[in-house]
């Protein structure tokens, strides 16, 4: 995403939404979410947090209809990638 002039010292989910752009804000929040999940929450906030990303990932599927992949292909490879950082800093 483009930071517009004056936005670069915010952080991008607050750009998404000063912008206007639903489709980005849907995915940072959906991103967010699922760093969260990753976290281990406790019992409690695991169900919590999985409706949440539910209901995101269908909005963001109903707002990118025609998209290049779908979320869940993209939220695995941020999870490998995460995974991958994580085995290099302990190894």
Not at 41 to 69: H, K, M, N, Y
Request: aromatic letters at 2%; glycine letters at 10%.
């Amino acid at each position: 995403m483009v930071v517009p002039k004056g936005m670069d010292g915010l952080g991008p989910t607050l750009v998404a939404v000063a912008t206007g752009d639903r489709l980005a804000t849907l995915q940072r929040m959906r991103d967010r979410v699922a760093e969260q999940i990753d976290e281990g929450p406790c019992a409690r906030d695991l169900g919590f947090l999985v409706t949440q990303l539910r209901i995101l990932l269908a909005e963001i599927a109903e707002l990118d209809v025609g998209g290049q992949s779908c979320a869940a292909d993209e939220m695995a490879a941020r999870r490998r990638a995460r995974r991958s950082r994580r085995g290099r800093k302990s190894g």
